[in-house]
């Protein structure tokens, strides 16, 4: 099925562990992103790639890294994690930036640290 | 900064009748608006994209119309079953703030059979 493919779906970290999520979509999507969501806050972004080669921090990057592997792939890394980064993590996918276009989003990856 | 609001909160209908979900925004500076659906420990899944030149879109019972002008837009189901229930989700796409998608906090579903 084409669409935005997300591992792990479930990971529990302990504190100041670190670990990478990793997001993969056959779409031929230009652009992909990574959005956290909190209860009662709405989805936030972190990390955005608007094409393979680049990377821009959203609203939330502080704690995170990313990797635009290839076009296909877009991967967020937490290097020493923290409680406050306990959310559940949203990849999208979408062709083109500012244009107009839609986004294709992920199942989710939900995370609890410890 | 572009705020999106969504009002009520959560919602309860007995089935049959029809939703009324409503979405505000406070800069009608975008690209598109966009609502979304989401399934209990799930994903997003997309339903309509209104594009900032359109005034409505329409998928089967589904109907969302945009009013950029006052900054508003409105999801209507017909005829609500209970698999409608969810959280549904809307997002706008600024054009001062490449690739970010402005959400709601969602408005919660629930259809009684």
């Known amino acids: 099925n084409a669409g935005v493919t997300q591992t792990p779906k479930f990971q529990v970290l302990k504190t100041g562990q670190s670990m990478t999520l990793q997001c993969a979509q056959d779409?031929?999507?230009?652009?992909m992103y990574w959005y956290r969501q909190d209860p009662g806050m709405g989805l936030r972004l972190i990390y955005y790639s608007a094409s393979e080669g680049t990377t821009d921090k959203g609203e939330v990057p502080n704690g995170y890294n990313v990797s635009r592997l290839n076009k296909r792939e877009f991967s967020l890394r937490l290097e020493s994690a923290a409680p406050s980064q306990t959310s559940v993590y949203f990849c999208a996918s979408s062709e083109a930036g500012g244009a107009g276009y839609g986004y294709t989003f992920g199942s989710g990856t939900r995370l609890t640290v410890v | 900064k572009q705020e999106v609001t969504q009002i009520p909160a959560a919602l309860s209908v007995p089935e049959g009748e029809n939703l009324v979900l409503n979405c505000s925004f406070t800069?009608?500076?975008?690209?598109?608006l966009q609502w979304f659906r989401q399934d209990p420990g799930k994903g997003l899944t997309s339903l309509l994209l209104i594009q900032s030149s359109q005034r409505e879109q329409t998928s089967g019972r589904l109907n969302a119309s945009l009013d950029k002008s006052s900054g508003r837009s409105t999801l209507y189901i017909a005829a609500s079953q209970p698999g409608d229930s969810a959280t549904y989700l809307c997002a706008v796409r600024t054009t001062d703030s490449w690739g970010k998608l402005q959400f709601g906090a969602g408005t919660q579903v629930v259809v009684t059979p």
């Open positions: 779409m031929n999507h230009n652009s």
């Open positions: 800069d009608s500076a975008i690209y598109n």
